[in-house]
């Protein structure tokens, strides 16, 4: 179903000898809240740049409602998009900006002041309705991007590192504000924080190097964190001889005299039963992982 649906297809950009975004391809659907999530240069921003219309892809395309963004170029306007820096106009009032962005997106003069007054409720920011955008507090500031981004109820919303600079009350403002907003709306969370991501999305897109190395919902990203890690000492025998050992569904090394295992949980007893094979079974301790662990092992992988 392409009703307000955001598609990326084979996406790519190349910056003379760097090849920013190398064939990205992924959806996003009204109900979801999708991070793309990588580290600093990952191609995170060029992403959701050409996403926006902002860039033009060398190859792929992106479609809203299914509508190719370089063959219709008027179909950007069903797309929300809030940059990491938005571009306020500081000396102009909250509501008046709102309008006038309304103008640019060609909402009809009648209905902007309506349209303005609809994007304040939306994101709560009606106490500052009146007051000039340079004095807005970060959060704010944020919220009156967001707002910009809703005018002309669009399919889909593309925010860039929306929650930088923010303090943990903000945050968790903004978070509560998000939720609301993705029952309407496609909304695509771009972000380094794997936090954000774990608090907020229902799916999780992972790239590195311009690649996508994961596209999957965020439960199966926390069913790897369950894979738990054992340390084992043994009595007697080496722990390479017991890496060398490990039932099917585990792996390990060697690390300070201990083998150093990951596994599922209910593999434990048969990595009981080959220690007590290779020596005997003097200790062992176990360690979660957590969702950084996983995501640097992706990294690491890709």
Known sequence: MLARMLIAESLSKTFGPV?????????????????????????????????????????????????????????????????????????????????????????????????????????????????????????????AALAQALLGDPAALLLDEPTNGLDPAQVANLRDLLRGLAARHAVLLSTHVLGEVDALCTRVVVIHRGRVLADEPI??????????????????????????????????HVEAGCAVIDAPP???????????????????VEERRSLEEVFRDLIAAG
């Open 19 to 143: 090849r920013a975004v190398d064939g990205i391809s992924f959806r996003v659907a009204p109900g979801e809240i999708v991070g793309l999530l990588g580290p600093n240069g990952a191609g995170k921003s060029t992403t959701i740049r050409m996403l926006a219309g902002c860039l033009a892809p060398d190859a792929g395309r992106v479609t809203v409602e299914g509508r190719d963004l370089t063959a219709d170029p008027a179909a950007r306007v069903r797309l929300g998009y809030a940059p990491e820096e938005p571009p306020l106009y500081d000396d102009m009032r909250t509501e008046d900006y709102l309008v006038h962005i309304a103008r640019l997106k060609g909402i009809p003069a009648g209905a902007r002041r309506a349209a303005a007054a609809a994007a304040i409720a939306a994101v709560e920011l009606q106490a500052n309705a009146k007051r000039r955008l340079g004095i807005l507090s970060k959060g704010n500031r944020q919220r």
């Open 266 to 284: 209910d593999l434990r007893p048969a990595l009981v039963a080959a220690a007590e094979a290779k020596g005997g079974l003097r200790e062992l």
């Open 219 to 252: 439960e199966r990203l926390r069913d790897r964190a369950k894979v738990t890690r054992v340390r084992i000492r043994l009595r007697d025998g080496t722990p390479e001889s017991l890496v060398a050992a490990l039932p099917p569904g585990a792996q390990g």
